[in-house]
C-alpha cells in the first residue's frame, strides 16, 4: 500500500449520544444488497478532490482526472466537485470488480472524500450534546434499526470522527421551543396506549397548534402547549381530539400510486424495482388504474396483513420514526412551518403501509421483518436521490385535516360488502 504523506483528516473525539443499534453498524461492503456507490451524486470536498486529482498514486490520479469533476455551482468546499459513474448500472467510478472502492484499497481510509468516508452516518451537536445516528438508506442500518426492539435505546458513548463531518444544528425559534419539540416528538412515539397512526395523528395537531402559537408571536408558550399535549396523551383526554379523525382512502391512494409511475424514483436503488413489482403484484396494479379498487383492497389488506403484522412487531414502525426525530432533530435547522415539515413524514408513513400491504399480500407466507425493512430502505433512499420523488412527499398537503385523513387507518371491523 503506497503511504499516504500529503492528506490530513483533523480528528476529534466526543461524548455522544447514540441509538443501540449504532454500536453494531459496520459497513458490510460487497455483501450489501443495495451498496450506496452507485447512482448518487456523491459531492468531493476540496481537500479530497485536490488529493486525488494531485497527490495520489498515478493509477488513482487517472481515474480521479476521468471521474470527478470540479462543480461549478459550488458555493463551499464540501461540495467542491462531484463524482462520477461508470457503466449502464451506474456504479461508482472508484469501484472495483469486486466492489471495493480503489481509493480505500490502494492509499486508506485518510483519502476517502468525506461524504465516503461519514455515510450512513450522521452526527451533530446542539447545546453541547453530540447525538450520532445513521440514515436508514443503508440497507444496514435499517436492518439493525428495524428489527430490533431496543434498537432504539439511547446509549452513551464517545465517537472519534473527522472534523469535517461534525455539525452544529441550529434553532430557527426563540429559546428552546425547536429542542423541546424534538423532545416531545420522541417521548409521543413510544407511547404504546396509542395506535402508531394516532401518536402520528397527535404530532400534526401539536404542530398545528405550535404553528398558530408562533405566528401569533407568541413562542413563550410553546412549553405550556407540550406540557398540555403530554398530560392529555397521559390522561387519555386526547381520545376526544382524535374521535373524529377518519380515514380518507381517496386521498391515500393518490398518495401511494405515484410510487408505480414512471419517473417518479425508478433506477435509484437496487431493491427498488423488486418492491414495486411486489407492491403492484399485490394490489393487483395495472394500467388503468381502478382507484376504487384500490381503495378497497388497503382496507382489506389493512385488516388482514398490516394491523397483525404492526401488532407482531410494535417497535418496527416505532425505531423508524425515532430515528428519524433523533437523526433530523426536527425541527432543529428547520426554519419553515411546522406543519409542512410534518407532510413527509406523513407521506412517508402513508406510503409504507401500501408497500408493506402490497408485498405482504404478494410473499403470502414468505413475508417477513426483513422485506418489510426493504420498503422502509428504498422509500428512504428514494428520498434522499431522487427530486421528483421528494418532490411528491413535499407537496403542499400542510392542511391539518387533509393531513390527518391520510394518517387515519380503516375501523377496527373488516367493512361489509
Ligand atoms: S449502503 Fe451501507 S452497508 Fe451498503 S455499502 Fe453503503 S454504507 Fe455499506
Not at 224 to 239: N, P, V
Not at 373 to 397: C, G, M, P, Y
Amino acid at each position: 500500500m503506497t503511504k499516504i504523506i500529503s492528506i490530513k483528516n483533523k480528528m476529534l473525539t466526543v461524548p455522544a449520544i447514540a441509538p443501540a443499534y449504532m454500536a453494531k453498524f459496520q459497513c458490510i461492503g460487497p455483501e450489501c444488497q443495495d451498496h450506496c456507490c452507485r447512482k448518487w451524486h456523491v459531492n468531493i470536498d476540496k481537500q479530497h478532490y485536490q488529493y486525488l486529482r494531485n497527490q495520489a498514486p498515478e493509477g488513482l490520479r487517472v481515474l480521479a482526472s476521468e471521474s470527478i469533476k470540479q462543480n461549478p455551482a459550488s458555493k463551499n468546499d464540501a461540495s467542491f466537485a462531484v463524482l462520477g459513474f461508470k457503466g449502464d448500472d451506474g456504479t461508482c467510478a472508484m469501484l472495483d470488480e469486486r466492489k471495493l472502492c480503489k481509493i480505500h484499497a490502494d492509499v486508506g481510509a485518510d483519502a476517502l472524500p468525506d461524504v465516503c468516508y461519514i455515510y450512513p452516518r450522521s452526527q451533530w451537536r446542539h447545546q453541547g450534546v453530540w447525538r450520532q445516528s445513521a440514515m436508514l438508506s443503508c440497507p444496514e442500518a435499517a436492518r439493525l434499526c428495524l428489527t430490533d426492539p431496543q434498537a432504539m435505546a439511547l446509549t452513551e458513548s464517545a465517537f472519534t470522527s473527522r472534523a469535517t463531518v461534525m455539525n452544529d444544528k441550529t434553532s430557527s425559534r426563540p429559546g428552546t421551543a425547536d429542542a423541546d419539540i424534538n423532545a416531545f416528538l420522541i417521548n409521543l412515539f413510544q407511547v404504546r396506549d396509542y395506535p402508531f397512526w394516532q401518536r402520528m395523528a397527535l404530532m400534526v395537531m401539536c404542530c398545528a397548534e405550535a404553528d398558530r402559537l408562533l405566528a401569533e408571536g407568541r413562542a413563550g408558550e410553546i412549553t405550556a402547549l407540550l406540557d398540555t399535549f403530554s398530560a392529555a396523551i397521559l390522561s387519555g383526554e386526547c381520545r376526544q381530539w382524535l374521535d373524529p379523525v377518519k380515514p380518507d382512502f381517496a386521498e391515500k391512494v393518490m398518495v401511494a400510486i405515484p410510487l408505480f409511475q414512471k419517473g417518479i424514483g425508478q433506477d435509484i436503488g437496487l431493491q427498488f424495482d423488486t418492491v414495486i413489482k411486489l407492491f403492484a403484484l399485490g394490489y393487483g396494479i395495472a394500467e388503468p388504474l381502478d382507484q376504487k379498487k384500490i381503495e378497497l383492497s388497503y382496507q382489506a389488506i389493512w385488516h388482514l396483513k398490516l394491523q397483525p403484522f404492526l401488532d407482531e412487531h410494535p417497535y418496527f414502525l416505532e425505531n423508524w420514526f425515532l430515528n428519524h426525530f433523533f437523526h433530523t432533530g426536527f425541527p432543529l435547522n428547520y426554519s419553515g412551518a411546522l406543519l409542512q415539515g410534518c407532510a413527509p413524514i406523513v407521506v412517508k408513513y402513508t406510503m409504507a403501509m401500501f408497500l408493506l400491504g402490497g408485498m405482504a399480500v404478494a410473499q403470502g407466507e414468505a413475508f417477513d421483518l426483513q422485506q418489510a425493512v426493504w420498503a422502509v430502505q428504498v422509500i428512504e433512499k428514494t428520498f434522499e436521490h431522487n427530486t421528483s420523488f421528494r418532490n411528491h412527499l413535499t407537496l403542499d398537503v400542510a392542511a391539518t385535516a387533509q393531513l390527518l385523513n391520510l394518517l387515519a387507518e380503516p375501523a377496527d371491523q373488516l367493512p361489509v360488502p
